[in-house]
């Protein structure tokens, strides 16, 4: 019962946070684009204190949209503003975070070989990996770490690489790549809440107050924003890649997260020049390079495969090992606390179940990743049993 009403729950968190999250990204994504492609405005909107404006066509309407230099006088009695979609995203992911990996941190977050073996300990630890990368963060950017934008940017890629480095150390392959996408999520939400909305409230304040608003205060809100669009397609990459098992049980996962988090934040580059007016294919191409060069690099260096038992390996051993290893949770009916249904949908209850997915069992039960934070006690020789009938029938 409580592992399908936590069923239930997931899926609703997932939901919500899936569509909180497109709602943020497309609003990112609209308002750089709209920015960048701002033409010079006529001579009367001009004088009117526009800055630039430009036309569109959507759902066949046209509009007429601009931006003002500072502000228009007088101010507007209604005036939208963007932030819960930002505030709402961080909430979904944080209680997802909390459903899957805190509910079920033995199984989830503690991984095998890793220095943290107490799950409550993990639970600590995923929170203080968090907040110290928001903290370091804050620390670049409010000091001369960051005093360029090119300071800001090199110690931006040195901390998601030293942050993924201590993610693979702390956690399980799959938590770890998920805490680098968290800890960057959130980020660009402290950037919503404690620079962009308090530096838009303190410019409309001094509007109100008949003052002249620091332009200051608009160019922090516009910078932290920019951050923000720059690191939607890596977290992206970290949160959808969990359906990409290859990557993060990759013995050097650690680094191709953040290899491919810059890539995907190269590509962004592309689209916001573009926006600009400047078409620049060849960043899309060296980026499509780079993606080619990473993959290649990361199958010439992948786990290699156990070495095969010597002999053969009879039927009946293999279903021992199941039997023993996997059909607690790789069953119709799952005898493992917290599973209402076969996880993944795979059930292994004979080793003729095991073929159709070969590839996927060879690659988990070489990787560690499977039996789940070593449950079990699997033994080296179980798993070379398994590999070896799997790889013959293959
Ligand atoms: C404690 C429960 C548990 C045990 C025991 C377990 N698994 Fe899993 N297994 C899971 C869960 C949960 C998933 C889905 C993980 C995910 O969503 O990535 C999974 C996923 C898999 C996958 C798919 C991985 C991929 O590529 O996406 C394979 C293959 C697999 N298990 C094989 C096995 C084998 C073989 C055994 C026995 C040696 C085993 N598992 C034991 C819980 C378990």
């Not at 977290?235 to 680094?255: E, I, K, Q, R």
Request: hydrophobic share 50%; charged share 10%; aromatic share 10%.
């Amino acid at each position: 019962m409580t592992a399908e009403l936590l069923d239930w729950l997931n899926l609703l968190v997932r939901w919500a946070h899936v569509i909180t999250a497109i709602a943020w990204i497309g609003a990112s994504f609209y308002f750089i684009w709209l920015d960048l492609s701002l033409q010079q405005p006529s001579d009367e909107k001009l004088a009117k204190g526009f800055a630039g404006d430009l036309w569109a066509i959507h759902g066949g309407g046209i509009y007429e949209v601009g931006k003002y230099a500072s502000h228009p006088t007088p101010m507007p009695t209604r005036l939208h503003w963007f932030k819960w979609e930002a505030y709402s995203t961080w909430l979904t992911g944080s209680a997802l975070l909390i459903l899957l990996y805190y509910v079920r941190a033995d199984t989830y977050l503690v991984g095998n070989n890793r220095l943290i073996e107490d799950p409550t300990l993990a639970i600590a630890a995923s929170i203080a990996f968090l907040a110290f990368g928001l903290a370091c963060y804050e620390l670049i950017m409010r000091t001369a770490i960051g005093g360029t934008v090119k300071r800001q940017a090199f110690a931006l890629v040195t901390l998601i690489v030293l942050a993924s480095a201590l993610a693979f150390e702390l956690f399980a392959p799959r938590a770890a790549m998920l805490h680098v996408g968290a800890m960057i999520a959130t980020l660009m939400a402290a950037n919503v809440f404690l620079i962009i909305m308090p530096s838009q409230r303190a410019f409309i304040a001094a509007i109100e107050a008949g003052n002249k608003p620091d332009p200051q205060l608009a160019i922090r809100a516009k910078h932290r924003s920019t951050h923000n669009n720059y690191l939607t397609l890596p977290v992206l990459f970290c949160m959808l890649s969990n359906h990409s098992a290859f990557v993060f049980n990759h013995p050097h996962a650690w680094a191709l997260v953040p290899m491919i988090s810059a890539i995907a934040a190269l590509a962004r580059h592309y689209f916001n020049v573009k926006h600009q007016g400047r078409d620049r294919p060849a960043i899309l191409v060296v980026a499509a390079i780079l993606f080619v060069a990473v993959a290649i690099g990361a199958s010439l260096t992948k786990a290699q495969p156990l070495a095969a038992a010597t002999g053969t390996v009879s039927q009946t051993q293999v279903q021992v090992v199941l039997s023993k290893h996997c059909t607690s949770c790789h069953a119709q009916k799952p005898t493992f606390a917290g599973y209402a249904t076969p996880p993944g949908g795979l059930v292994f209850e004979t080793p003729a179940d095991l073929i159709p997915q070969a590839a996927r069992v060879i690659s988990s039960i070489s990787t560690n990743y499977m039996p789940l934070a070593n449950m079990t006690n699997i033994t080296p020789q179980e798993r070379a049993v398994l590999v070896t009938w799997v790889s013959a029938s293959d």
